[in-house]
């Protein structure tokens, strides 16, 4: 039994079981002396918080920024530029739009043109005025990179032709690099222009916008680079193209930066870029992990395993997939985001599910790079955290740690799986934290309960770790039609992403 239960959480995860309540994250933070209350799993069409925390909405879809660009729909990663602590110029991803909210599943060349506005990301100034988080409106920061923005490819590189790609879209995650510039990650993206088949042709897809803007497949799927004060973008080839989560920086011991992505989809892989620079991501190479061995694999066209089967070192980032897979890459469960422990270095990875392997409740997985170096070619993996009814998360997806060293996370059960099957009991998707040390060091606590079909995705940190951040993505999703919405999150009528501040004495407790 035993022996089979074994392999089976190694199948889930890798390397050494290390779950249960005395997983520690790292070298314990005085903190949490006291006992964070919990919420228990809700199935209420609320945003619901913990005792001690309160919420107030700061932008929603359809808000206008500016005389001329509204709020995008679906927000997701957050992340900003501080001018003073109480003075940020916030990035937020717009992930996609779901047709029933934005103007029916009419396929017109007008509805996709409107669609590829709201999608893609939002600048935009807010600022903290008698103890409340306010949008700047018309700010001269406030501006959208969106689905119909030119955006240049980084280092003059040309995909298919063009040095520019029409827009961004499918930005789930991202990321920050050490000079403050906003990384976002396209994800889904065959999801709006298709993607390219084997025969040459191009596939169907969701929002189907090949069909009036026939933009090749190969724009979309990369890194992109945003500068907060200008909203100037450039796309980064030299990170792959795949569905990426996130993309998370770091420094390797010799002063390069270093990038780590995940690629979201059943069975793929986990990646990692060493740039040959301080200050640049244009230019470096692309690994991607061998958990097993513990080995970072280089895509490169030298590689003796790909030597031959690309026409160029292009082209085997355009195909990071099917590159990985020649040189033996682990499969992973869905590879979400990616967050590093900065008291230890360890590289911390949500894998959400993998539903075809019955895997419905994913697992967190742990990095340690050989010498604590994030340049360094070996690792040990294991399992931080498996997902289940006894630990009390599943679908782990995006993260956060706090400056005290406490494990934030939020889930995404797809929305109609919710309380269904291996689901049941879960309740809505919710907001979680792992404190790092106190009486409940090591066990999952729920903070936050999510309006019906939604999902808490963004989490981030205002820099005196006062305010939480957060993301209300795609509440109602299910719904058929629009009289009989699932869900009326925020205002009793209609349900409407939108990013929040939360805020309050529990927040100051566990972050003071
Ligand atoms: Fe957009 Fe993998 O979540
Ligand atoms: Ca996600
Ligand atoms: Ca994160
Ligand atoms: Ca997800």
Redesign the pocket.
Known sequence: MEHNRRKFLQFLGYGSLLIGKATLLGPLSGCTKFKIPSLSPTSEDKLILAPGLNYSIIAKFVDSINEKEVFGFNN?YIDFLALSPNDLILWINHEYVHPLWVNGYERTKANMEKERKLVGGTLMRVKKINQKWEMQKNDIYNRGVRGDTPIPFADNVEVLGSKIATGTLAN??GGKTPWDTILTCEENYYGFYGERSADGSVTESLLNWQTHFPNPPEHYGWVVEVEPKTGKAKKHTSLGRFAH?SATCSMSKNNKCVVYSGD?KNDEHLYKFISDSSNSLERGTLYVANLDKGEWMPLTIENPKLKGKFKNQLDILIHARKASKLLGATKLDRP??IEINKATGDIFIACTNNKPKKNYHGQILKIQESEADHGSLKFTASTFKTGGHDSGFTCP??MVFDNNGNLWFTN?IAGNAANKGPYKGFGNNGLFIVPAGGPQAGEVIQLASAPIDAEL?GPCFSPDYKTLFLSVQHPGETSKDLKNPTSTWPDGKRPTPAIVAIEGDLLEKITG
Request: net charge negative; glycine share 0%; aromatic share 0%.
């Open positions: 997701d789930c995650a989560e979201d979400e985001d997806d995006n995404d995705t």
